[in-house]
């Protein structure tokens, strides 16, 4: 019996619950990116790559990749959602409005002498970690990460040279989370975590309306209209945020959207195939550490059900063709350094020549303008070159002549 490396999931959309985009309005997404923009010396808008070669290869019109491994010098999109939570936290503990407060102000000495001492504390496959300690610590505060089973060392002490306290556990990523919790509540830790349960939602939606900043950065850098958008999808935090930026930007027709998962945490493609949220348990075994997650975060998965169109559930070496697609590019088309979770949408590509059925399930044709997110870049450098150098996880695809 063969093995398919991706397998497609279609949801039936009902576009009808117009109240879950209600935070990721045009004036909320330009709040977010006020604050981003006043983080002078930190702040600017990543490229947006478009692959001219790789489009005709395929045959579509044009593809476009929002490349994320030069955000902030920590090679992800992460910062973003964690930046702009701490920052609402903050500002609302000063009793202000986020959009009274600049980056300035909350990096002052004052600040720290009026709160006194916050403890920011998460869990993390990586680069969410990254994120909030590395924003705890330019505004001064102490940090508490904690990693699932099986975290790279190298994202471990990327994280510690951010100035965090860093634990590996012995459980998943969901269970890391649930510990996290029942610590934080013991030391007084303000937990900033990137999922939402009942009780727990302020800060969840900061993180993801930190997100809009990305996709508002893609959508205005576009030359036209996107035809279909794919994103990645861990918890969900980044692919609801970015499925509700492009369902408000006011487009003639709606993008397509689909999602992308890793095979061994794939809830979403479960959740698509029975029509309601599902979870995923276990080892969550996968290199892309960062869409290591069984549990969807409900405040995505309100945008996702009511908007998103397919969902793509892939296994591991989809993501390390990825990177060797976007590393190694045709003709004159740019490089892009894809970690394996970001290079997820260029496995993809490769293989629906394939899977040549998807072509026509997604609706891809020569017309078709994609827009897709490298979210990371070599953030685990070795395991990059065992990809990209050594040939690990080899896919076979079909190639055709020109």
Not at 11 to 40: C, I, Y
Not at 148 to 169: M, Y
Not at 270 to 280: D, T, Y
Not at 354 to 376: A, G, I, P, Q, R
Request: charged share 25%.
């Amino acid at each position: 019996m063969q093995v398919l490396q991706l397998e497609l999931a279609k949801n039936d959309p009902a576009h009808g619950e117009q109240e879950v985009l209600k935070n990721f309005d045009k004036t909320s997404v330009k709040k977010v990116r006020d604050f981003h923009k006043s983080m002078w010396g930190y702040y600017k808008p990543t490229p947006l790559v478009e692959l001219k070669e790789l489009a005709a290869w395929l045959g579509v019109k044009r593809i476009f990749v929002k490349d994320e491994s030069k955000r902030f010098g920590l090679k992800s999109f992460k910062a973003l959602g964690g930046s702009y939570a701490i920052a609402c936290y903050l500002a609302k503990r000063l009793g202000k409005r986020i959009e009274d407060v600049s980056f300035d102000y909350l990096a002052s000495d004052e600040i720290r002498e009026r709160l006194g001492r916050v403890t920011f504390a998460t869990a993390t496959d990586g680069n969410h970690g990254r994120g909030i300690a590395w924003m705890a610590r330019i505004l001064g505060f102490p940090s508490v990460v904690y990693m699932p089973k099986g975290s790279a060392q190298a994202r471990l002490e990327a994280i510690a040279k951010e100035g965090a306290a860093v634990r590996i556990t012995e459980g998943n990523y969901d269970d890391t989370v649930r510990m996290l919790v029942t610590d934080a509540a013991r030391n007084g830790w303000t937990v900033v975590q990137d999922t939402a349960w009942p009780g727990y939602e302020e800060i969840p939606l900061w993180i993801m309306q930190g997100y809009t900043t990305m996709i508002s950065e893609a959508l205005e850098a576009l030359p036209e209209p996107p035809t279909h958008v794919f994103a990645q999808a861990g918890v969900g935090s980044m692919a609801g945020s970015a499925q509700a930026v492009v369902a408000s930007y006011g487009y003639d027709k709606d993008p397509v959207f689909t999602i992308l998962e890793a095979a061994a945490a794939n809830c979403f493609f479960r959740s698509f195939e029975q029509g309601k949220m599902v979870s995923v348990g276990g080892e969550l075994n996968t290199i892309m550490a960062g869409l290591a997650c069984g549990e969807i975060n409900p405040l995505a998965w309100d945008i996702i059900k009511n908007y998103a169109r397919f969902c793509l559930s892939c296994r591991d070496e989809v993501a390390a063709l990825g990177m060797r697609l976007w590393g190694n590019p045709l003709g004159d088309d740019e490089r892009i350094i894809a970690g394996e979770s970001g290079a997820i949408g260029g496995g993809i590509i490769g293989l629906l020549e394939k899977y040549h059925n998807l072509k026509t399930d997604l609706e891809l044709n020569k017309d078709s303008v994609m827009l897709l997110f490298n979210t990371e870049g070599d953030t685990f450098p070795d395991k990059y070159r065992d990809i990209v150098w050594g040939g690990f996880l080899p896919v076979e695809f079909r190639r055709r002549n020109y």
